[in-house]
């Protein structure tokens, strides 16, 4: 952890930051922590994304937390490893719309954030997961 470089881990490396405040809520500091996990704009996609998994809703207190929700949501099997794969499809869908916030000035929307988790995890399961079969209606049911 702390390679992920928000204004947090910057300003710790003595990196001089204007402005250190999350991007997406303008609240508090921007962290790892409050990036994936803390601020509302990620709450809502992990909401949302627990939902659309049939999984029980999760607040995760770190990132760490996240990367490890898979093995407490129920899930088993190949249905557990492609959950996994969408929390991390979601952490750098996350962290794209951040960056792409900060230093194009492109507005993230919960919606299209959402929306590229749902095809990226679709492309990575039916073509690296080794589901061929898998086609988009049984991918928006997650199953």
């Known amino acids: 952890?702390?390679?992920?470089?928000?204004?947090?881990?910057?300003?710790?490396?003595?990196?001089q930051i204007v402005d250190s405040s999350c991007v997406f809520c303008g609240e508090v500091e921007e962290s790892v922590d409050h990036?994936?996990?803390?601020?509302?704009?990620?709450?809502?996609?992990?909401?949302?994304?627990?939902?659309?998994?049939?999984?029980?809703?999760?607040?995760?207190?770190?990132?760490?937390?996240?990367?490890?929700?898979?093995?407490?949501?129920?899930?088993?099997?190949?249905?557990?490893?492609?959950?996994?794969?969408?929390?991390?499809?979601?952490?750098?869908?996350?962290?794209?719309a951040r960056n792409l916030q900060k230093f194009q000035n492109k507005k993230a929307r919960f919606e299209e954030i959402s929306g590229e988790i749902k095809a990226l995890g679709f492309l990575w399961a039916k073509n690296r997961a080794k589901i061929p079969s898998l086609d988009w209606d049984r991918w928006c049911k997650f199953f």
């Not at 996240?66 to 557990?80: E, P, Q, R, T, Y």
């Open 1 to 15: 952890m702390g390679r992920i470089p928000t204004a947090c881990a910057l300003r710790h490396r003595n990196i």
């Open 35 to 96: 990036l994936f996990t803390g601020c509302f704009l990620a709450s809502r996609i992990w909401q949302h994304l627990s939902s659309w998994c049939k999984v029980q809703s999760f607040f995760a207190f770190s990132f760490k937390d996240l990367l490890d929700i898979h093995k407490f949501v129920g899930l088993s099997g190949k249905a557990n490893d492609i959950f996994h794969g969408i929390i991390i499809i979601g952490c750098w869908c996350i962290w794209r």
